[in-house]
């Protein structure tokens, strides 16, 4: 079973250097999210991506936090309060927002934690509306002194393949720096 990120590292999350020289917030706008849309940022941990999303998709957007781990979300509500956020305690592959809700979900390094990656995914695929988008952000399969365990890791290619398979048309891939690679897609 992959480990879960503890939550006793959890300023590790909200470091503001966490994706170089770009923010939460120029990140999601640049990948195509927009005032109003329904967003779902799930593995959300305590919100690095969360408020960035509410102020983005303002007061007639949602923002979706979803994470298995209760003491995610407990960190999320001290931190993060504001009308448009939902926060979501989830299964390992349930998620309990319906069918077709989500216009854009995001995935930032919760991937290569998914027990079982396929049904992960379909469970995605099953809250976003059709073109709804997914971006993928996860490790480079490298050895580094940071991040998840080397064995744990999701090779970018595997992690593409896993992507189509599970329902989504590949709209880009790219290095999003040296550690971590992006994956954009959009539900069939």
Not at 104 to 114: K, R
Not at 121 to 141: F, H, M
Not at 167 to 175: K, Y
């Amino acid at each position: 079973m992959p480990h879960k990120f503890s939550p006793r590292n959890i300023e590790r999350l909200l470091r503001n250097d966490r994706l170089g020289g770009i923010t939460a917030q120029g990140l999601l706008e640049e990948a195509g999210l927009k005032k109003g849309m329904v967003f779902a940022d799930i593995g959300c941990g305590p919100g690095f991506f969360v408020l960035p999303a509410s102020r983005i998709v303002g007061e007639s957007g949602i923002v979706y936090a979803v994470d298995t781990q209760e003491e995610m979300l407990a960190e999320l509500k001290k931190r993060a309060f504001s009308p448009n956020i939902v926060p979501v305690k989830s299964g390992e592959n349930t998620i309990p927002v319906d069918d077709g809700k989500v216009d854009f979900a995001l995935l930032a390094y919760v991937l290569h934690e998914a027990e079982s990656k396929p049904l992960f995914l379909g469970e995605v695929k099953r809250i976003l509306k059709d073109g709804g988008k997914v971006l993928v952000l996860d490790w480079e399969k490298k050895e580094e002194d940071h991040g998840p365990p080397f064995e744990e890791r999701v090779p970018r290619l595997e992690a593409v393949g896993l992507v189509k398979d599970g329902g989504f048309d590949i709209s880009g891939i790219s290095s999003f720096n040296p550690s971590h690679y992006r994956i954009e897609a959009l539900k069939k």
